[in-house]
């Protein structure tokens, strides 16, 4: 049998276990899997295949992983950007609380078309999202033929939906979903966070594990210095020994930001062999104090710790790029601490490797090896910005952009040739997202120009606050700082 797709001549960043840089190498796909990886032989370019490719003026790396991400508000990209924190903060709950009733469903399917179009365009293969209404995605990411995890946030203390409403959506959810698409798209189990959800949530979170022991557990960990506060409220602890408590705290369990995370949780976390998703850009846009404390990557991958990268909120910081997640991750570790905190070819690792195996399909994707899925991206690096093509590993996490993109293959089908998308109508996509934005517009107190937007009054969106389950985290943290600070 004729092999699917032979690429030869490219500049081959392997990113397997001793990091093999083949400066003109020949990769082999048949059946949707990597078959050979080696230098290009004479006749390569000869090969009997349905796509030859002409690697030569191209870096050949694997596809990109998202390992963190949400997706319902893409379309109001730029819309929060010039907020302050408590604007941006409060416009974001007010909406995600309107969604939550079942409002705007057609902003969030727009969200969900112009995000797969995007990071397709990015070299994104592999995202892993957690929104409220997360039903659109699997069908819009399947049929682009990306891969994909997705799930449905579950939270008792940040709006006012009840629990058995949501376990049964979330329930719902996996059964019509996971392992779809030839296993492209699966369904995740999505505990909100570790400060805005109850103890009894989590048991139930750990209940509904056992009816789906494939399935990982999403969720915000360690994010905010109330984390481990609320965590005590719940009876614990902290955070980590909540979930450890209610048997969550395994290798089933990723968990986004880690930004408080001290030696002993890294430690049980390493241990527990749970994986990790920083977001350093996110943090660096929304800084809330000079004096934060930053995620210990470093000391998390030193203990064993599979981080990944992920871009969380894209439309807070408008961007939908992972290079540039990659060199904010440096930029950001070198001026908290001092230079060198990574290397270029460790950051190429977090975008990859590292976050295949955070989302526990490290055997299958995040390389390229004889036998790995074959999820790889081409960078046009034939251009003046790239020359001279020297540490091509540091060209990728410093210097790389979306636009350097040039081909996308998922499981050895073409997504992305010479920069436009096979699987998907970006124009089409593109005026739906425009009028779901006009019709937005209309229908909210919304308003948005070329120079920038405008949200609600202070009292409007006051009014479309939830209210019941803010009001009791804000209690729980009340009360359980003043019983820190007065022990009785």
């Known amino acids: 049998m004729s092999p699917e797709i032979v690429i030869h001549d490219a500049v081959v960043l392997t990113v397997n276990d001793r990091n093999q840089l083949y400066e003109r190498g020949t990769v082999v796909i048949e059946d949707g899997r990597i078959t050979a990886v080696r230098q290009t032989q004479d006749g390569d370019a000869s090969l009997e295949a349905d796509h030859v490719i002409d690697g030569s003026g191209s870096v050949v790396m694997p596809g990109l992983v998202n390992a963190h991400t949400h997706l319902e508000l893409t379309p109001l ?9 408590a604007e941006m903060m409060g416009s974001m709950t007010a909406l995600f609380g309107r969604f939550n009733e079942g409002e705007y469903k057609y902003l969030v399917d727009a969200g969900y078309e112009l995000a797969a179009l995007n990071f397709l365009l990015g070299g994104v293969t592999t995202i892993n999202s957690m929104d409220v209404h997360p039903e659109a995605a699997p069908e819009i990411f399947g049929d682009a033929g990306l891969r994909g995890f997705f799930g449905l946030a579950v939270t008792d203390l940040f709006w006012d939906a ?4 949501q376990f049964e959506r979330a329930r719902s959810f996996i059964d019509e979903h996971h392992g779809t698409y030839d296993g492209r798209i699966q369904a995740t189990i999505c505990p909100h966070d570790d400060w805005s959800c109850t103890r009894e949530l989590w048991e139930r979170t750990a209940e509904l594990t056992e009816d789906y022991p494939e399935v990982l557990v999403h969720t915000h960990l360690l994010e905010l210095d109330e984390s481990n506060t ?3 409220s719940n009876g614990a602890t902290d955070s980590i020994s909540l979930l450890d408590d209610v048997g969550l705290l395994n290798e089933r369990l990723v968990a986004a930001h880690y930004r408080v ?5 890294i430690q049980r976390t390493a241990e527990a062999d749970a994986g990790v998703a920083h977001c350093p850009s996110v943090f660096c846009y929304w800084n809330p104090a000079a004096e934060m404390q930053w995620t210990p990557v470093p000391e998390l991958r030193e203990a064993g710790v599979d981080v990944g990268l992920g871009i ?8 939908y790029s992972m290079f540039g997640e990659a060199r904010q991750a440096r930029l950001a570790a070198n001026v908290k601490r001092t230079a060198g905190q990574y290397s270029s070819m460790e950051l190429v690792r977090m975008l ?7 989302l526990g399909v490290g055997d299958e994707l995040g390389s390229i090896e004889p036998g790995k899925r074959a999820d790889l991206v081409l960078l046009d690096v034939d251009k003046p910005k790239f020359t001279p093509l020297t540490n091509v590993p540091a060209h990728v996490v410093n210097n790389a952009a979306p636009a350097d993109v040039e081909t996308v293959i998922v499981d050895g089908d073409i997504l992305l040739r010479d920069r436009t998308p096979q699987t998907m109508d970006a124009e089409q996509i593109q005026e739906r997202v425009e009028r779901a934005v006009e019709r937005f517009e209309e229908e909210s107190d919304w308003e948005f120009s070329i120079g920038g937007s405008e949200p609600p009054s202070t009292v409007e969106t006051l ?3 939830p209210k019941r389950g803010p009001a009791r985290l804000l209690s729980r943290l009340a009360v359980q700082s003043a019983r820190d600070k007065f022990p009785f």
């Not at 990859?352 to 955070?358: D, F, L, N, V």
């Open 352 to 358: 990859t490797i590292e976050g295949a195996h955070a």
């Open 162 to 165: 009840p629990i058995d409403e």
């Open 77 to 85: 990209i730029g819309a929060f950007s010039d907020l302050d924190l």
């Open 261 to 265: 995370a001290d030696e002993q949780d």
């Open 312 to 319: 969380d909120d894209h439309y807070w910081h408008d961007s």
């Open 230 to 232: 609320m965590a005590r």
């Open 463 to 465: 009014r479309d606050l």
